[in-house]
Nanobody, 116 residues
């Protein structure tokens, strides 16, 4: 059974940094993409950043230049380095993995709160 476990969330002042990690257990034979979504109170879940096993990345416009996604295939872990955090980045951040059959796996979420 596949599990995605996020860590690294917390409370940070505006302008600060956090690094999220998502460790995967269980086997996914063929991964299409991995990444992070977020959901703020009263809003829909939105894409933050994605990365393919080959290393191609995609970012939401709101985080470009501030967030960096990376992965360690040997450790089955994907990371999100978040710099220059803003109060509007406050949300629950979810790890996401999609296999080649377009089945989506989700983590339980980690809270990120940015104070002004």
């Amino acid at each position: 059974q596949v599990q995605l476990v996020e860590s690294g969330g917390g409370l940070v002042q505006g302008g600060g940094s956090l690094r999220l990690s998502c460790a995967r257990s269980g086997t996914i034979f063929s991964i299409n993409a991995m990444g992070w979504y977020r959901q703020a109170p009263g809003k829909q879940r939105e894409l933050v950043a994605t990365i393919t096993p080959g290393g191609s990345t995609n970012y939401a416009d709101s985080v470009k230049g501030r967030f960096t996604i990376s992965r360690d295939n040997a450790k089955n872990t994907v990371y999100l380095q978040m710099n220059s955090l803003k109060p509007e980045d406050t949300a629950v951040y979810y790890c996401w993995v999609q296999d080649n059959a377009y089945y989506n796996y989700w983590g339980q979420g980690t809270q990120v709160t940015v104070s002004s």
